[in-house]
Structures are given as C-alpha cells and as structure tokens.
C-alpha cells in the first residue's frame, strides 16, 4: 500500500457516488456535477493505479490533461444545451413529459424543408 | 507517518465534499462546493506528483467549470421561462 | 414507495460496482505492470525535443491525442455558437457596478495575462504548457466579460470562426508538413522539433482559450428569436 | 504512398471541418463535394494498397507503441473506410440539397459532419486503447451538435438525453482502459493481446473488458440501454439520421468487437458471451415490437435500427470458445449485417425524410394517399426494408444465413428463433407503412414535391442494399485481406 493506491481506492470510490448521483439525480445540472465527480475518480484511479510504486508516470498524467479537457468540453457544451433547453421549456430535468407544443394536428410544410 | 495522516485527511476531505455535492440542497451551494472539491482535487495532484494535472485542475477543473456551472446555476434558478413562451415555437414541429 | 425502491436499488448497484472496482484496483496493484512505460519514455525523451516529459507526450509521441482533442474542443465550440443567441454586448444588464469585481478585473487580468504567458514558456522543460495556460487565459477573458468589457470579436461571426480554428488549423499544417518533408505523420524534422512544438503550442493557447470563451459567452439565452450572424456571407 | 492515404484519412477531414467553419452554407457545400471526392479516392487507394501488400501497421509521429500511437490497417477496417465513404459521401450530398442554406445555424453542419467522418476514420483505423477513446468523443460531441442543430425545445431534449448517455458510456469505457494499463503498462490493442497470451503473465481482470463492454454498448444502444437512440434518432435532420443509424452507433460497436476478439478469449467468459447475445436478441424482438406501435414514421425507423442493431451482438456468443471457421463465419455474417444495415437504413432515414417534407407531417397515418405521388421514395423504404427483413437476395438474407450457418455450427439453436421473429416482426412494420400510404383520404392532394437527386440517393443506396447478397463474396473477401510481410502482429 502506497499513497499513490491510496488515492486510487479514493478515485473508487469517488466513481461509484458519482454514478450514484448520476443515475439517480434528476436536474441536469446536478447530474453534470456528478458526472465530473465520476470523471475526477477516473483520473485518480488512472494516475493512482500506475503510480502504485510511488514512481511519477508521465504517460497517465499526459492521458489524464487530455482528459480534463475533453470533459470541459462536454460540460460546457452540456451547460449550453440545458440552459437552452430550459429556457425553451421551462424543465431542468428530462424527467418531466415532453414539452407539449409539438404534435399539433396541422400538416405544415417544416420551414426547414427548401421548396 | 506525517505524509500518510496528510494523504488520509485529504482523501476523507475529497469524499466529504463529493457527497456534499451531492446532497446539497441547493443547487447554488452545491456548485460552490464543487469548486472547492476541484481545489481539493488540485491539492490531491501535487500529492500524486503530477504538478501538470494540478495547474489544469485548477484553471479548468475548478476555476472554468466552476464558474460556467455557477452562471448556469443562478440562471436556472432565477429565470422565469413562462415569459418567454410567446414566439418561442418557430416553423412547426420537427420532424 | 417506487422511488424508495429505486433508491435502494441503485445504491445496491453502486455498492457492487464500488466493491468490484476496489478489489480489481487491489489484485492489479498486487503484480507489478510487464511493460514499463515511463522506462521507455525516458529513453526516449531526448529526441522528443522537449525536457519536460509530459509535453513531450502530449504534442510529441501522442500528438494525434491531442489533435483529436482539439477537435473534440473545437466541435463543443461550434455546438455552442451555433446555438448563441448573443445578448447585445452593449447591454446594461451586462455590466456589472460590483466594485470588488471591477478591483479584481483590474488588478487581475493583466497578471493572469502574465501568468498565461509563463505557463506557455514554461511547458517545454517544467510544468505548465498550452492547456494551462489557455485555460488562464480564457478566465482573464471570462472576467473581463463579467467586468463588462465589450468583446466584439466574441459575436458570433467570422471572427470568433477563425479563433477557433487558427490553432487547429497550424496544428494539422504541421502535421502534414512533416509528411511532405518525408517522414511519417506528425513526425516533426529533428532540427525544428522544439520551435514547432513551442509555434503549435502558442497559437494552441489561444485556441483554447477561444473556445472555452465562446462557450462561456454563448451560454447565456436571451430573447432574440433568431440566431444572430455578424456576416451574412 | 501510404503516407499520402493516411493524411487523406486522418486528416483531410480534419482540413475540410475548419475550411467549411470559415464559410457559409453554400460554398461549405462546394467545398464538401470537394472533399467528398478526395475522401473517396483515397478510401479506394487504401483498398488497393492493402489488397496489393497486404494490412500494415502505421506508427504516428514515428513512435512505434506502446510509446506512441499506432494504426492498424488490415482488411476489415478497409472495409469499414469504405463502407464509411459509401455512406456518407450519400449523406452529404443528400444533405447540401435537403438543408435550407437560407438558415444561419445550417452553415455548423459541414464543420460539424466532418469532424464526425475525422472521428469515424480514427476509430476504423485506431489500435490504441486510449485515442479510440479521443475518437469516440469526437464522434459523440459532434453527433450531438448535430442532432441539436437549431435548437428547437424537443431536438434539445433528445441532444441532452444522448450526450447524458455518451458521457456515462465513455467514462465506463475511460475506466477500464485506465485499468488496463493499471495492469499491462500498455495502451495497444495489439500489445495488451500480446501480453496476455504470453506465458508467466498474471491473468487478466475480467472487470476492465466488463467496463469498456458496458461503456460501448451504452453507445451502441444495447437493450435495454437503448433508451436515448429512438428520440435523438428520430428528431434530428434526416440526413443526420442517416449518419448516426448507419454509422455512428457502428463505431462503438466497432470498438466493442475487436475488443472482444483481440482481448475475449483471455478476459472473457462463457457467460458474459452469452448475456450480451441475449441481450442482442431481446433487442431485435423488442426494438421491432416498439417500431411496430410509433405513430411517427421516424420513430418507425429509429426503433428499427434498435433491433437491427440488436443482431450485431450475436457476435459475442458465436465467436466465444467456436473453431476458427465457425468464429470466422460469425464474423463475416455481423459485418455484413453491418453494412447491410448501414446502406439499407441510411435508404430509410432520407426517403422518410422525403415522405414527411412531401406531406408536411412525420406522423405515420398522415401517409395516406402518397404512394400514388411519391411512389420513388416509397419504393426506396420499400427495398431498404426488403433488406431489414432479410428477404432474398438482400445483404440482410446474405448476414442472417452465415450467422444461422453459424449458429448451428457452434451448437448455438437458441439463436434461431431470434432470427426469424426479427424477419417476421420487422416485416409487419413496414407493411405497415406501406398500407398507411396506400389508403386514400380525401382532401389530403396537396403534397410537396422534393427534387429528384432527394429521391435518387436514398433508391441508390436501398439498390446497394439489395444487391448486396448477389456480391456478398467480394465484399467480406476485403475483410479477410491478409496482413503484409513485416508488417506488424
């Protein structure tokens, strides 16, 4: 047992209440917030995990920056989507119906079909 | 001996704040303490020999994410989207 | 009752997965890995061009990892933009009278500036490098937003497009440079390897810090129906 | 040569996303006709270099792994490169005419496409644990930019609701690599197989294979993970339903797949084969179950490409612990279920997008009457479905004969059934298409027409579709080119 595992096994479990929260949290924003908590885990598990004999490795840590950046640029892409979709419909999370303005009768040609 | 009571605290204090996140009541708090668990998380990287990941952790991690999350946070709280209902829906419905 | 139910059963699962991952993370640490990356790297950390070894991966021995992350960046950029509905940067509602804010912005960003700058030098021999600083960078911008700061070059148009791609866009002319000049894919000409990584690295900065700026500033929704164009053309 | 085809591959998407981001519509839609050719003349040339010396492996920046990051080019992903050329290149021109250049927010589309055909060439070709998980996210973001193109309320409920479901999948997927060089210290495919079959290695951890399965096949749409594909499938623009049917839940099955046959036999078990085959099969029952009952034609389609996809994992359980030819024989019948399903369904997507812009509506009822206006589109959904139930002499009849073949041959009968109620169910729901457009209503004359390159491409690739059981052989015959002397393994 090294420190390096130590933050490993915290990565553990860092993963599993952030899938916990992801799953289980209905606001968008709050399951973002788990999903970076989950994210965070990873990274610690994947730097933890190869550094177990207390050697810095800088392979994982490379992968790891990748990752970082790679997850904000979901988040940020996920935050304008909701805030978006709020602002649309009102609903911060996707359990609620869906928005009830579609499924009108009326056959209208979709302005984004060219003539 | 130091070191291993240094890593344990930070560990339990990275875990406390997860759940915290988690189970804040509200939304805006939790946000904040997201932001703090990034610089716990940047603390836990210098730990791990990895000053890299720590600069980025602290820059993107915590400081972009936590301000992009706080923004959208007060909005979704504040904003009232009955208002702006009218002239929303454009072109039909999609296909 | 349901939501009980379904609680409970998530926990369960969550416990499962944690025991699993936990008693996985256990036997693997328990036998030391048949191949040693860090060995091999640091054997060949001299000809990558950079002393810092997490830059010399980064943008030397997985270089394509990071193009293709760039890209990643750049696609999250334009979903942004394509949706913007950019609030007039004249808006009052913009400008902020917190005066703590308006000390910060003053006293700050020209030393985040700074700071950016020494960590894009600093990446080739200590930590530090594009990311970092580029994420400084974008947080001075996102402050100065905040301080009211009209960016005009933030609207979506032909301005912020070319922002976001200049860094990919000398990344890829690299990238297919070096092929031209004969040797594989991304395989920088030994004489100029440290310049180019420094050249991808600086205009990497700016992109990066674009796209995270754009998508800050593209957050936001406003009233305007229509997605707002600075060209039309 | 070869390093001029992986720049065409690699990175010519690449240069095509930020050209087309710098323009508009119109003339992103000139330059992508451009780069639509180069991009198939160059799938073509690596088809002839492999075929000519056989697979290669291609080390990037000229680091062999594990330090760097290495291709690997053999038959079947120059199957994949051009069943991708095929597709898309259709998709894209389909698009430049069907998108209204006239909307601000379309221009995103070129930028947005081509970063997905960058990120779909990166995984065919991609032999590092890590980097296919970089493509894997260059393909969800930008699938997900584009089913939200627009931003109309529902298209961003479904967007949401995907990209909730890739991040889940690449996270899972993201811990089993960090697993897996936990253990091996390396990142290869190749490498990690390598490993494990050598002697005096500690055996694998089946937890890391279980990670990344579970993380590709909630990209892939596995039942009962499926939930997210139907409403993001079915909102977005046809032509970019086309895409994410025919192709991009593909990639992480790809992945999935030569995880699987690479790594499998050391880390996987009897078991595991079997819960993914069973799970395959519950999908193509209640994937076509669903498709029969949606009220928007859409719907119809994007249910469907649930159950099709169901079959693909099939090849779990008959690759598992089988003699060779009979593992190789499953193999062949998936991939061909692969592109069967692609052409077949990409056919679907654009002439049910022609049906709905001609009568105005995507609800299935509102159909009536169409068959005697638009009888081309019809009779292109007609033939792609031919091909979903697995009529002769459809590619769809070519992949569930070898898989039956092998089925039997493994001793697997449970499959049988599966097979055939697949057929039969996906039989009745487009009949059921077929009949709504058949019925006359009155006061329902008035239809749009849409141009006629709309209709030919989707007749097109239902033709391919069809055909494709008649050159069955020569297709997987790419698939097996064999690997060339020196190079790699």
């Known amino acids: 047992m090294t420190p390096s595992l130590l933050y490993a096994f915290a990565g553990v479990l860092l993963c599993s209440l952030g899938l916990f929260g992801f799953i289980r949290l209905a606001h968008l924003l709050r399951k973002l917030l788990a999903f970076n908590l989950m994210g965070s885990g990873v990274f610690l598990v994947m730097v933890g995990l190869a550094q177990r004999d207390g050697e810095p490795d800088p392979v994982p840590q490379a992968l790891v920056l990748t990752g970082i950046v790679v997850a904000i640029a979901a988040t940020a892409l996920a935050v304008v989507l909701i805030r978006r979709y709020y602002h649309l419909s009102g609903q911060a999370t996707l359990a609620g119906p869906a928005a009830t303005q579609h499924g009108t009768a009326k056959p209208v040609v979709r302005a984004e079909d060219r003539s | ?95 | 009752m349901m939501r009980l139910l379904a609680s409970a059963l998530a926990i369960a699962v969550c416990l499962v997965f944690a025991g699993a991952l936990a008693a996985a993370v256990w036997q693997i640490a328990g036998t030391p890995a048949p191949v040693s990356l860090p060995g091999l790297l640091a054997d060949n950390l001299a000809a990558s061009g950079v002393e810092h070894p997490v830059t010399a991966v980064l943008l030397n021995f997985r270089s394509y990892d990071t193009l293709l992350e760039i890209g990643v960046l750049v696609i999250a950029g334009i979903a942004g933009i394509s949706m913007a509905r950019t609030t007039s940067l004249e808006d009052p509602e913009l400008r902020t009278s917190d005066s703590l804010l308006y000390a910060l912005q003053r006293w700050f960003v020209p030393l985040m500036l700074v700071l950016a700058g020494y960590l894009l030098w600093a990446g080739s021999d200590r930590p530090g490098g594009a990311f970092q600083a580029g994420a400084v960078l974008a947080a001075s911008g996102v402050m100065m937003r905040l301080g009211g700061i009209p960016m005009p070059f933030l609207r979506p148009g032909l301005l912020l497009r070319l922002g976001l791609a200049l860094g990919f866009t000398v990344f890829l002319l690299v990238a297919v440079a070096s092929a031209a000049g004969g040797e594989a894919f991304l395989a920088y000409p030994k004489a100029f390897t440290k310049p180019l990584i420094l050249a991808i690295e600086t205009v990497l900065t700016f992109s990066i810090a674009m796209v995270l700026l754009a998508l800050f500033v593209s957050a936001p929704v406003n009233q305007a129906l229509e997605p707002e164009e600075g060209d039309p053309g | 040569m070869t390093p001029w085809l992986m720049a065409g591959l690699l990175f010519t998407p690449l240069a095509w996303a930020v050209l087309t981001l710098l323009v508009n519509f119109n003339r992103g839609r000139l330059i992508s006709w451009l780069g639509i050719l180069v991009q198939v003349v160059v799938s073509l040339g690596l088809w002839a270099a492999v075929a000519g010396d056989g697979g290669f492996h291609y080390q990037l920046g000229g680091w062999p792994a594990p330090l760097g990051i290495e291709l690997r080019v053999d038959g079947l992903a120059v199957t994949f490169v051009l069943l991708t050329a095929l597709v898309a290149a259709a998709c894209g021109w389909h698009a430049s005419i069907y998108l209204d250049p006239a909307k601000a927010w379309h221009r995103y589309f070129w930028p947005l496409f081509w970063f997905l055909w960058a990120g779909l060439n990166g995984v065919w070709l991609g032999g590092d644990l890590f980097n296919l998980y970089v493509g894997l996210e260059l393909i969800s973001l930008s699938a997900v930019g584009l089913v939200a193109l627009g931003g109309e309320s529902a298209a961003l409920r479904a967007a949401i609701r995907y990209l909730m479901a890739a991040l889940l999948g690449s996270l899972a997927y993201l811990l089993g690599v960090a697993l897996i060089y936990g253990q091996f210290g390396s990142l290869s495919i190749a490498g990690v197989s390598r490993l494990l079959g050598e002697a005096g290695t500690a055996p694998g951890q089946t937890l890391p294979l279980l990670l990344m399965l579970f993380g590709l096949t909630l990209k892939t749409a596995l039942f009962p993970m499926h939930g997210w594909l139907p409403p993001a499938h079915g909102i977005a623009r046809s032509p970019v339903s086309a895409l994410l049917s025919a192709l991009v839940v593909k990639a992480s099955f790809y992945i999935a797949a030569r995880i699987w046959l690479d790594l499998g036999g050391y880390l996987g078990s009897y078991g595991l084969a079997q819960l993914i085959g069973g799970l395959g099969a519950i999908a193509v029952i209640w994937g076509s179950w669903r498709a029969l009952w949606q009220a928007k034609l859409k719907q119809v389609v994007a249910y469907s490409s649930v159950a099709q996809i169901g079959y693909l994992f099939l090849l779990f359980p008959l690759t598992w612990g089988v003699a060779e030819p009979v593992s190789l024989q499953a193999q062949q019948g998936i991939t061909l279920q692969i592109i069967s399903h692609a052409l077949a369904k990409a056919a679907m997507f654009l002439a049910a997008g022609n049906l709905i812009m001609s009568v105005g509506s995507n609800r299935v009822d509102a159909l009536a009457g169409v068959s005697r206006f638009l009888p081309f589109s019809l009779f292109s959904f007609g033939l792609a479905g031919v091909s979903l139930m697995g009529l002769p002499p459809s590619g769809g009849f070519a992949a569930k004969w070898l898989l039956l073949q092998s089925s039997l041959a493994s001793g697997q009968w449970w499959w049988l059934p599966v097979l055939l109620a697949g057929g039969l169910l996906s039989a009745a729901y487009v009949f059921r298409v077929y009949r709504a457009s058949f019925m006359e209503r009155a006061g329902t004359d008035r239809f749009f027409h849409p141009s006629r390159s709309l209709e030919v491409i989707p007749m097109i690739l239902a033709l391919l579709s069809l055909g494709l059981g008649l050159v069955a052989g020569p297709v997987l015959s790419v698939m097996v080119l064999p690997f060339g002397e020196g190079g790699g393994q």
Do not use: K
């Not at chain 2, 716990?40 to 602290?58: F, G, H, Y």
């Not at chain 2, 820059?59 to 904003?79: K, P, Q, Y």
């Open chain 2, 1 to 95: 001996m130091i070191d291993w009571l240094v890593d344990g605290l930070l560990v339990l204090a990275l875990l406390v704040t997860a759940l915290a996140v988690l189970w804040s009541r509200s939304l805006f708090r939790a946000v904040v303490v997201f932001i703090a668990f990034g610089l716990l998380m940047t603390l836990a990287w210098v730990r791990l020999q990895a000053p890299d990941i720590a600069l980025a952790e602290a820059a993107i991690g915590s400081g972009l994410t936590g301000v992009l999350l706080l923004d959208a946070a007060r909005h979704l709280r504040d904003s009232r989207p009955g208002r702006h209902q009218a002239g929303e829906r454009r072109g039909g419905q999609s296909e």
